[in-house]
């Protein structure tokens, strides 16, 4: 699929002094969810103790929350992917990840504190049965153990180099250990030796728990196996599911759950057959935990977080009884945002999506459109007046904010991604096949002209009389206001372009892929290439002073500059999700917009 980008940073009428000194450089602001809320990265693992619960997931995100209160954010100190938690109370607990990161705090999560693990491998999990005895695992056989309290850890010889991912076990049971190709270890001797265990299975087991005399482990294709004996022999049960299964949890009560992707569910009580719950939702679904029988947890992708709490009644009745703790929209892709300057912030995405915000994003309300078509663009005159545009010549136009809307014809069935506005009236929007569209009448009616490129138009842009267009191989068109032609420049690249805008100082920003950043002091005639790291796809760029420059793409990474565009700093963002938009109004005004629903607000 491909989508487009166009920035604005405010709406400017009128002849623009070119060259003007560039503004003062100021601090790059810190970024922070506005939505999901408390967090849009996915979750991994949750654990909890005494009404304490602990989530942890991508890009260091470690949330907690407190006698069942909401998930707030603690402070990592890690950008690494976590996998797993597990304490030996409510205040020591332990949480690993990534290049072989261990993290641990003995005050609740008020500082986290590194451990050296001695290994750079992925940790994907972490139990233990006390704090003398905890266990991690991790890829290519890996199992570590500490017995102080992780002030050292030892690797133990597991005998196999296949990847670990499922870690559990009980003070009376031992450990045991799952992974790749139904690999099942177990050890009764505290890690000093392990033996290799028949799962009966050849998936890849994800998760193992062992509750109530009962060993289970779950994986790929909806494979649960289990035993009752302590390992001698495994069955495998009806799931019911042929979705891949990531994550199990039981009690010592015999009720089970397990999780898996697109948003699975499974439940079982006592002897009761496994039978599917509604969650609610299609995310993918990569943690299950659970305080007691019917106040359980799942997490997955895009910080979703569900609660079961059903005290007190029969499993019967606690069937199906999942409710959303992450406030906002998470499964659509969110491709651009506006604001009106003021307090007003509207976002676009997926199937026909718009949200909201009358308070500068702290809360989200949805609009209704009834199209179903991805809409990629939105400009507002900060009166009322939206104009939308969208796949398959989509458009849509709102004069009371978005409260009603209309679908003006756009001609076209060719997807728009580019939407500019010079006036009030005058609107362009660009797309597919060098689709190029003109209104008059501030996108009441629209007519076609000829762009002279079948190139996807990615973006659009004007500097006082001067618009601009970029999109794919490398693609800059110029023209001048009120001309219908259209001139190819040089860029010097082949790579596709996905946003274009200008600075108080005259210059023009291009970015795209390739991490790519061109800027011009020329209107266009000539190009100056920067590249800005070497494994992205830039989207989105803003900056209305040479001095407060941005850009972000693909893996959620945002670049500052302070002089101009000529050198460039990662910030961080606090997400590996894709960005693919940019919009600001001021220092105090900054939005990110991309996958999973991620809105970032930059102040």
Not at 167 to 188: H, I
């Amino acid at each position: 699929m491909i989508f487009g980008a166009v920035v604005w940073a405010g709406v400017r009428y009128g002849k623009k002094l070119k060259h003007r000194p560039h503004a003062v450089a100021r601090a790059a602001v810190s970024w922070t969810w506005a939505n999901p809320r408390p967090s849009g990265n996915l979750i991994g693992n949750v654990w909890g103790t005494g009404g304490v619960v602990y989530a942890v997931g991508e890009h260091g995100t470690i949330l907690v929350s407190r006698n069942g209160g909401p998930f707030t954010p603690q402070a990592s100190g890690v950008t690494n992917d976590l996998w797993s938690a597990w304490g030996a109370s409510a205040s020591d607990v332990y949480v690993v990840g990534h290049d072989g990161v261990i993290l641990h705090t003995t005050d609740g999560g008020a500082t986290w504190l590194s451990e050296s693990s001695g290994s750079t491998e992925i940790l994907y999990a972490v139990w233990g049965s006390g704090p003398g005895d905890v266990y991690v695992v991790g890829k290519k056989g890996t199992i570590l153990h500490t017995s102080d309290a992780g002030a050292t850890w030892t690797l133990q010889k597991s005998g196999t180099d296949q990847l670990l991912s499922g870690l559990g076990g009980s003070a009376s049971d031992g450990v045991y250990v799952t992974g790749l190709g139904g690999t099942m270890l177990r050890s009764t001797d505290q890690g000093t030796s392990w033996t290799a265990l028949v799962s009966g299975t050849t998936q890849t087991l994800w998760g193992v728990a062992v509750a109530h005399g009962v060993v289970c482990a779950v994986g790929d294709g909806g494979v649960i196996v289990e035993s009752k004996n302590g390992g001698a022999t495994f069955s495998e049960q009806k799931s019911g599911s042929a979705r891949d299964l990531r994550d199990v949890w039981g009690d010592a009560t015999g009720e089970w759950y397990a999780v898996g992707l697109k948003g699975t569910i499974l439940h079982r009580a006592g002897a009761s057959a496994w039978s599917p719950q509604p969650s609610g939702t299609s995310s993918d679904l990569m943690a299950v935990w659970g305080a007691a029988a019917g106040d359980a947890y799942a997490a997955g992708s895009g910080g979703l977080l569900l609660h079961s709490f059903r005290a007190g009644r029969v499993a019967a009745q606690r069937a199906g009884l999942w409710t959303v703790q992450t406030a906002g929209a998470r499964d659509e892709e969110l491709f651009a945002v506006w604001g009106d300057g003021a307090h007003t912030v509207i976002a676009v995405g997926q199937r026909g999506l718009v949200m909201r915000s009358t308070d500068d994003g702290d809360s989200w309300s949805t609009l209704p459109t009834g199209v179903h078509e991805d809409l990629t663009n939105v400009w507002g005159d900060g009166h009322g007046l939206l104009v939308v545009t969208g796949w398959y010549g989509a458009l849509l136009r709102s004069t009371d904010g978005g409260a009603s809307w209309t679908r003006p014809a756009s001609g076209t069935t060719s997807s728009l991604n580019a939407l500019l506005a010079v006036s009030p009236q005058s609107l362009y929007a660009g797309g597919q096949n060098g689709t190029l569209l003109h209104s008059t009448d501030g996108g009441e009616s629209w007519a076609v002209q000829s762009s002279g490129t079948t190139e996807y138009l990615h973006a659009l842009w004007h500097d006082g009389g001067r618009l601009y267009a970029v999109g794919t191989n490398g693609l800059i068109l110029t023209s001048t206001v009120g001309s219908e032609r259209w001139e190819k420049e040089v860029s010097g690249t082949d790579q596709s372009l996905w946003t274009v805008w200008s600075d108080d100082a005259g210059t023009v920003h291009v970015v795209g892929a390739g991490c790519t950043h061109l800027r011009s002091d020329n209107d266009g005639s000539s190009w100056t290439r920067h590249t800005l790291c070497s494994d992205d796809v830039l989207y989105a760029g803003w900056g209305a002073s040479a001095g407060d420059l941005y850009a972000a793409g693909s893996t959620g990474r945002i670049f500052h500059s302070r002089d101009g565009g000529t050198n460039w700093t990662q910030q961080p963002s606090g997400t590996e999700n894709l960005l693919y938009f940019l919009y600001g109004n001021g220092p105090n005004g900054l939005y990110a917009v991309g996958k999973f629903g991620t809105v970032l607000r930059g102040r």
